[in-house]
C-alpha cells in the first residue's frame, strides 16, 4: 500500500506543478493558521469558518490545516498524492459553498459580491495531476518509494 502511495517517476514538470501549488497554498495556509499577510490568524479563520459561514469546527480545522500543513507536504514532496487530494477536495466545497453564486471570473474590477471559482479550477486541476501522478522530481515520496523497491522498507 505505502508503495502505490508514494510511487512516482522522477518528474521534473510534476515538481514544477508540486512546488508552485505548494507556494500559493502556504501563502493562503499562513494567512489563515498565522495570521501573516493580512489574514485573520487561526482564531479569526475558525470564526469566520464557524460563525459566518455556518461550517462544523471540525470541518474549519481540517481546511485550515489543509491549507497549511498540506502545502508544506507538496513542497516538500511528502504524502504529496494526499495533500493533493486534500486540497482538491477543499477547493471543491469552497467553489459550491461560496464561489457558485459569484460566476465563473476573479473579481478584478470590485464589480461582483465576491471572487468567482476560476482560480480554484486551476487549484484543482493541478492538485489533482499530483495525486494522479505522484510527486515528482526531487521528492521525499521518490526517495520513499526508491527505498522500498529496494526492500529496505517492508
Known amino acids: ?12 514538470t510534476m515538481m514544477f506543478l508540486r512546488v ?6 502556504l501563502a493562503h495556509g ?14 479569526g479563520a475558525m470564526n469566520m469558518f464557524t ?13 485550515i490545516a489543509t491549507e497549511f500543513f498540506g502545502s508544506i507536504a507538496l513542497l516538500i514532496g511528502f504524502l504529496a498524492r494526499l495533500a493533493g487530494l486534500a486540497i482538491a477536495i477543499e477547493m471543491a466545497v469552497a467553489v459550491l459553498l461560496v464561489h457558485v453564486p459569484n460566476g465563473f471570473f476573479m473579481n ?23 495525486m494522479l501522478n505522484g510527486a515528482g522530481a526531487w521528492s521525499l515520496d521518490h526517495v520513499l518509494a526508491r527505498t ?3 526492500g529496505v522498507v517492508a
Open 51 to 63: 460563525v459566518a459561514m455556518h461550517i462544523p469546527a471540525p470541518l474549519a480545522f481540517l481546511a
Open 108 to 130: 478584478w474590477t470590485g464589480n461582483q459580491p465576491g471572487e468567482g471559482f476560476e482560480y480554484h479550477i486551476l487549484a484543482t486541476a493541478i492538485a489533482l495531476t499530483i
Open 20 to 25: 508552485v501549488l505548494g507556494i500559493v497554498f
Open 148 to 150: 522500498i523497491r529496494r
Open 1 to 12: 500500500m505505502w508503495r502505490q502511495l508514494v510511487d512516482t517517476p522522477f518528474d521534473r
Open 30 to 43: 499562513m494567512q489563515k493558521m498565522l495570521g501573516w499577510f493580512g489574514g485573520p490568524g487561526f482564531n
